[in-house]
């Protein structure tokens, strides 16, 4: 007999209260070394390590607190989501994406900390590292974008697709697809960057952006009405 799922949390209270201590213990050493920081702190880092612009260090706790709500948040969402069984069904993919999605939060918190004591040397490719991270980011997500099931929080919710069991997986499988082109493109143009100076990273990923966006409306739409086969 197969285990009843329909009771277990879709984000395990281990996994929750694990991901829960690990940002509250990141939250509580931001705290420790916050009294040491300058009043002003970078906003916006340059592909080349510069500070393009700063603001004042108040903004740093919305920032730091970040993974603690993001936490919760993700503990949150299957249980008010309509279509709470697909999470279920998905259980592991959850549960990879949250942890993920966490470590990656609490790693960017550390950044400003990062900037003022770190290395200076590090300096020279550590945005350009963060921006290739995120696109293989988008293209490990792209490769799990046909296993998301049917809901309205996660995946490409269009109409069509949240009408249709048939065009929501069409139109993940599209997305994936679309996810890893995406960040393929910015660990190109990132890297192009880097070679060459010539700045073209962040219209690359902007413009691929917007086409992949418009194209999955289409694609979903036309899969819906049954013109794309």
């Known amino acids: 007999m ?60 919305l920032l730091d607190a970040l993974p603690l709500a993001l936490v919760i948040l993700f503990k949150v969402i299957p249980a008010i989501e309509p279509r709470a069984d697909s999470y279920r069904k998905m259980r592991g993919l959850w549960g990879v994406f949250v942890t993920v999605m966490t470590l990656l939060m609490i790693g960017f918190t550390w950044m400003t900390e990062l900037y003022f004591w770190g290395p200076e040397s590090l300096w020279g490719y550590l945005p350009a590292a963060v921006i290739c991270l995120i696109g293989a980011g988008l293209v490990a997500l792209g490769n799990y974008m046909p296993r998301i099931r049917q809901n309205y929080t996660m995946g490409v919710r269009t109409p069509w697709a949240l009408a249709s069991d048939h065009c929501w997986q069409r139109t993940q499988r599209m997305g994936g697809i679309c996810f890893v082109i995406i960040g393929l493109l910015m660990i190109l143009s990132t890297l192009i960057d880097l070679a060459t100076g010539f700045g073209i990273s962040g219209f690359v990923t902007v413009a691929s952006l917007f086409v992949c966006i418009a194209w999955l409306y289409v694609y979903s739409w036309l899969v819906f009405i049954g013109k794309m086969k």
């Open 2 to 61: 197969k285990p009843n799922n329909t009771k277990q949390p879709v984000l395990g209270w281990g996994l929750f209260w694990g991901l829960l201590a690990l940002s509250l213990v990141s939250f509580a050493a931001h705290l420790i070394v916050y009294p040491a920081l300058p009043d002003q702190v970078p906003r916006q880092w340059s592909l080349s390590g510069g500070v393009n612009s700063w603001m004042s260090k108040e903004y740093l706790w």
